[in-house]
T-cell receptor
Framework: LAKTTQPISMDSYEGQEVNITCSHNNIATNDYITWYQQFPSQGPRFIIQGYKTKVTNEVASLFIPADRKSSTLSLPRVSLSDTAVYYC????????????FGTGTRLLVSP | EPEVTQTPSHQVTQMGQEVILRCVPISNHLYFYWYRQILGQKVEFLVSFYNNEISEKSEIFDDQFSVERPDGSNFTLKIRSTKLEDSAMYFCASLNGTSKETQYFGPGTRLLVL
């Protein structure tokens, strides 16, 4: 399983765009990049998943360069409710293998 | 939107007691998981379950732990003789498995062992 590295914490203000970068230098051909969000005392919630280039959904965008050794989660116009821990994971193929969580990035959004 | 549910939301027990944590995965999902998160620490994998058997388990999942899918909807985690260090949030997750998908987590059960 590819190891991921992401900043321990980030601070932002309401209305700003937040970009959280994750490095995964030893990502394998069949691996996908998946991001989860976790609020205190809640289960991780799936945000977005991608393989290459750019993926966008109603919540976030995921940018993956051609070499796939890193990825950037972009949260447009964050609000206070986006304060959470964000996890970058590398997931094999169809995803039925165990998920390996790191410490994640603790995002604090202030007024 | 279908979701994974877990009961109870909170459980307090005495050391040495047995606890059963219950999960109802999303109905058409085929793969089931338990994870735990000790307060302030990472989410850790415990066990995965497919086709009525354990497909993988971690070092944490020792003989005190067992899982079962007693019927077509429930997925349970049993801890036979709880220890203080079993105090944690326990999350169930499920996965469709028939196409590229991701694991969906339940809200968790907070277990406190006194």
């Amino acid at each position: 399983l590819a190891k991921t590295t992401q900043p321990i914490s980030m601070d932002s203000y309401e209305g700003q765009e937040v970009n959280i970068t994750c490095s995964h230098n030893n990502i394998a051909t069949n691996d996908y990049i998946t991001w989860y969000q976790q609020f205190p005392s809640q289960g991780p919630r799936f945000i977005i998943q991608g393989y290459k280039t750019k993926v966008t959904n109603e919540v976030a965008s995921l940018f993956i360069p051609a070499d796939r050794k890193s990825s950037t989660l972009s949260l447009p116009r964050v609000s206070l409710s986006d304060t959470a821990v964000y996890y970058c994971l590398v997931v094999w193929n169809t995803g039925f293998q165990k998920l390996v969580f790191g410490t994640g990035t603790r995002l604090l959004v202030s007024p | 939107e279908p979701e994974v549910t877990q009961t109870p939301s909170h459980q307090v027990t005495q050391m040495g007691q047995e606890v059963i944590l219950r999960c109802v995965p999303i109905s058409n999902h085929l793969y089931f998981y338990w994870y735990r998160q000790i307060l302030g620490q990472k989410v850790e994998f415990l066990v995965s379950f497919y086709n009525n058997e354990i497909s993988e388990k971690s070092e944490i999942f020792d003989d005190q732990f067992s899982v079962e899918r007693p019927d077509g909807s429930n997925f349970t985690l049993k801890i036979r003789s709880t220890k203080l260090e079993d105090s944690a949030m326990y999350f169930c997750a499920s996965l469709n498995g028939t196409s590229k998908e991701t694991q969906y987590f339940g809200p968790g059960t907070r277990l406190l062992v006194l």
